[in-house]
């Protein structure tokens, strides 16, 4: 089944003069990993294609994979194959013009709540959609060629949007396509050092916020990061919202929620679990993600103690249902 869609996809691609890649608003390190790797590996594969990513946003942390390359031009966009990686729903495209291509194709690991594109490759149960790159590149590797830089991406994706492979979605087969970038003689030291080495600010940062966790009767863990608090300590919304991490090795905390407050006010909701599904509790709430990786964003502060009280009584049931677990 996935291979005729992946057929389907080098198909228009080898048909396409000019192809577009473009990813989800607020990019993280699948988002830019996948995007700059299949970049990578197309105009290694197709040298006289042009070849962009499309971005209204970059992302700090993956800066040094290096540079993005030219934004496309609207006449680039006339005639050109547009991929979307990484994003379930157009509204969420970082680039307005996506639309505005010749063909559009979705290629993505969230729940397709929205489908869109002319071709759609979505797979939920995978780990990232990097691995899903990797495995189109692998797939076709007797036309398609991948180097050392296009592997760094996508690997760099993989590790970030699996938890270090520890996510429910890695597979055998998350593991088998790893072991393909590896053999690209990527530098893992240089990758885990620019993806997960603090800065002494936010390393102090999460040591006061550790102080801070509260835990609600049946132990949801949670963190309240007001928009004055984020200031003061000079960090952005970015940093402060990678520290929904700190809470999640905490025993009988199955659920834990970061709630940072954004600059207009609105609070941004990041919904961790282990076992339990937040996927759904995220979709009350107007947001969405994955099921033990979610967020929404709340309008008022009133939507804060809500949500709480439905994770605590989503929390204490699957306590009372799993006490083998405890
Ligand atoms: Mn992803």
Redesign the pocket.
Known sequence: MSLQIKRKILAEIKNADTVIIARHKKP?G??VGSTMGLKGILELSFPEKKIFIDREDECDYTAFLGDEGPIPSDADYEKALVIVL?CGNVERVSGSRVASGKRLIKID?HIDMTPYGDISWVEEERS??CEMVTEFWHTFRKELKIDKAASSCLYAGMVT?SGRFKYPGTSPQTLRLASYLLEQDIDMDLIYMNLYIDTIDVAKFEAYLISKIELTESGVAHLFISRRLRKARGLTLEEASNTVGVMDAIKGSLIWIAFIENDDGSVRARIRSRFIDVQKLAAQFGGGGHENASGATLKEQEEVNILLGRADELHAAFKAENTELF
């Open positions: 993280d699948d988002a990484d690991h990232s959609v949007d």
